[in-house]
């Protein structure tokens, strides 16, 4: 099994910047890949950011390209989600999500996901 936990959320105004984090401990060894989603009130749960974990190639949402950068550090079992620019739109709760198996369809699914962290509120005032 796998332990997700985050960190780094909190209130901020718009234009500025977060970094979240996320540190993954269990069975690590078979990590294919990790992501942050993110969830506001009364609504779905929507991809944000996801890297490969042997590639390093990093994937995004359309509305955070450019502001949002997904990270990680490989020795540590670490991944980062550095956010400038914020948006109040950006307000949610930021979850990171763990990745065993092989990509199936697109890291835009929350299916393709099986371990999910606790979440990091995430509040952007304007």
């Known amino acids: 099994q796998v332990q997700l936990v985050e960190s780094g959320g909190g209130l901020v105004q718009a234009g500025d910047s977060l970094r979240l984090s996320c540190v993954a401990s269990?069975?690590?060894?078979?990590?294919?890949?990790m992501g942050w989603f993110r969830q506001a009130p009364g609504k779905e749960r929507e991809f944000v950011a996801a890297?490969?974990?042997?590639?390093?190639?990093?994937y995004y949402y359309d509305s955070v390209k450019g502001r949002f950068t997904i990270s990680r550090d490989n020795t540590k079992n670490l991944v980062y989600l550095q956010m400038n620019s914020l948006k109040p739109e950006d307000t949610a709760v930021y979850y990171c999500?763990?990745?065993?198996?092989?990509?199936?369809?697109?890291?835009?699914?929350?299916?393709?996901?099986?371990?999910w962290g606790q979440g990091t509120q995430v509040t952007v005032s304007s």
């Open positions: 269990g069975r690590t060894f078979s990590t294919y890949a």
């Open positions: 999500a763990f990745k065993t198996r092989q990509l199936r369809r697109s890291y835009y699914l929350r299916d393709e996901y099986d371990y």
């Open positions: 890297i490969n974990w042997s590639t390093n190639i990093a």
